[in-house]
């Protein structure tokens, strides 16, 4: 057997949708600021209005952020001048890995094996977390990746670095007074130095981290209550820096249909007739005992319920013919029974000896996945890999993913390598929760100033495959050339940059009678092409 299987490609298993019926933003006709005064614009948001994109923060993804396109665009109707902090002109790649010292960049799509591959680049630059060497007093985007709600009203998220979880090197980089001063703090001031129109989207990062961990550390899960707080008490402090300014809050897109959970398939292992005798017949033991413990579940005192459960757990492999029979990975699931109490009784009936039970420790929660599960864009580098030099030890297949010889005996390895449906069902439900929260702050708030970008339902119509610009389908992949998500399927390329800035500018136009002329998105570069 192996040592590795090839899982199926990631750009493989794309399919670019196409819809009858297709979503096409306005034209514009005369540009004008209507009854909005764009003069002065302030943006507060994450790693997406920073420009972060393909897994690092670099010069052309800090030009193409949808902020500097929507002001670009603003000018054409007397808008003012929008300053970023920029990165040096060396920051060409980015920094892919701040906490390895910068030695990789952005990611691009590398031919590995003979399939295209999201790879970083080389070399990484370090000068992505450089001090930003202009006017800080001049700033006008105050969007910093990584980024919550909460962060975003901390000092410490501008210092000191050392033993402060908290710390974010690409606000450091540009606070007014790092350790001291605040995001919010900083767009405040700069609100209240003139500026008439601001451009607010925090939220996502509440949940994503959250997310993209497989759920496993509710750390990065901003309860419902500090969210309200933290959206009052940021938006509050731009408005009462200039009482007169407008400004558009967009909500949050359901995270869980991002191309980081939607590419790779539940179903990515393709086997050969010898390495699937080799596993079902290593599987044999474990499946013998839950049957057997079906078959004898009135002696066990077993539900009719854990019985379908227990059937539901059976491992078996087969034989790649074709994509449509390619197999599921092995993993374990949290909410699955643990089986140790009926191993130790049979154990106790000299059913199996202690060997047996101990061989079995790794498998007494496990499961083969299933299309409800969410698997990690990154997880397919995981998938298939020899653990601890042993090649009977394989990643998802032959052992639950992410386990090792060193893991607690029925912990849940596989944790945070995907969403499980229940996992999935409480991240929807916190972000329709906080979606609530942010739309009823901005028809509540007293004068109307504000108007609601909806996000949350763009990223639906784009996965639908009904959102589209002068014929061009806007597919929610990363797959060139249609695909609007960077390689890192979290964050948008410059393309989906350009589909957020016209959703803004559509809404802005809509409520205060602006014509501000929209993106030309296709002039805006997509994912590049494969390179060997």
């Not at 370090?126 to 700033?139: I, M, Q, R, T």
Request: charged fraction near 10%.
């Amino acid at each position: 057997m192996k040592n590795k299987f090839k899982i199926l490609s990631l750009l493989a298993v794309i399919g670019l949708v196409s819809a009858c019926e297709k979503y096409e933003l306005p034209e514009i006709g005369n540009p004008s600021p209507g009854e909005a005064d764009f003069t002065k614009v302030i943006a507060v948001g994450n790693s997406v209005g920073a420009g972060f994109m393909n897994g690092a923060l670099y010069v052309a993804g800090q030009n193409s952020s949808y902020p500097n396109l929507i002001t670009t665009q603003m000018a054409v109707v007397g808008g003012g001048s929008f300053n970023q902090p920029s990165l040096a002109e060396a920051a060409v790649n980015g920094c892919f890995n701040p906490t390895g010292g910068c030695t990789l960049g952005r990611l691009y799509l590398k031919l590995v094996n003979g399939s295209p591959a999201p790879t970083p680049k080389t070399p990484g630059n370090v000068e992505s977390l450089a001090p930003f060497g202009g006017d800080k007093a001049s700033l006008n985007n105050f969007s910093v990746p990584g980024l919550t709600i909460q962060t975003a009203l901390l000092p410490q998220t501008g210092g000191p670095a050392a033993a402060n979880p908290f710390y974010n090197p690409y606000y450091a980089r540009f606070a007014s007074n790092p350790g001291t001063s605040t995001v919010i703090g900083d767009a405040a001031a700069a609100m209240a130095s003139g500026g008439t129109f601001f451009l607010y989207s925090l939220g996502s990062n509440d949940v994503l981290g959250y997310a993209t961990g497989g759920a496993s550390n509710p750390a990065l899960f901003t309860s419902e209550a500090a969210f309200s707080g933290a959206l009052t008490a940021g938006v509050g402090a731009l408005l009462k820096a200039n009482p007169n300014a407008k400004g558009a809050i967009a909500n949050i897109p359901d995270v869980t249909e991002l191309p980081f959970f939607n590419t790779v398939p539940f179903a990515p292992i393709p086997l050969s007739a010898a390495q699937v005798s080799a596993l079902n017949a290593n599987f044999t033991g474990y499946n013998g005992i839950l049957a057997a413990l079906i078959a004898n579940r009135v002696a066990f005192g077993i539900s009719e319920a854990l019985a379908a459960e227990l059937a539901g757990r059976t491992i078996t492999y087969q034989t790649t013919t074709n994509s449509a029979t390619t197999n599921k990975i092995l993993i374990t699931d949290e909410t699955l029974t643990d089986i140790e109490p009926y191993l130790n009784i049979l154990l106790s009936l000299n059913q199996i000896t202690a060997g047996q039970k101990a061989a079995l420790q790794p498998y007494r929660r496990v499961r083969q996945t299933r299309s409800t599960d969410l698997i990690n864009l990154t997880t397919s580098s995981v998938i298939g890999t020899v653990v601890a030099s042993n090649p009977n030890f394989l990643n998802g297949i032959s052992v639950p993913l992410g386990w090792t010889p060193a893991s607690t005996a029925g912990a849940d390895v596989s944790d945070p390598f995907l969403l499980i449906p229940s996992e999935t069902t409480e991240i929807k439900n916190r972000i329709t929760a906080f979606n609530n929260t942010i739309s009823y702050f901005v028809s509540s708030t007293f004068g109307d100033p504000m108007v609601l970008i909806d996000v949350f339902g763009a990223l639906k119509a784009v996965k639908a495959g009904t959102a589209s610009y002068k014929g061009s389908t806007l597919s929610a992949s990363i797959a060139p050339p249609f695909g609007v998500f960077s390689l890192d399927g979290v964050h948008p390329n410059a393309r989906g940059n350009g589909y957020i800035a016209n959703l803004y500018i559509n809404a802005i136009n809509s409520r205060w009678k602006s014509e501000i002329p929209l993106v030309d998105i296709n002039s805006l570069p997509g994912n590049e092409l494969p390179i060997p």
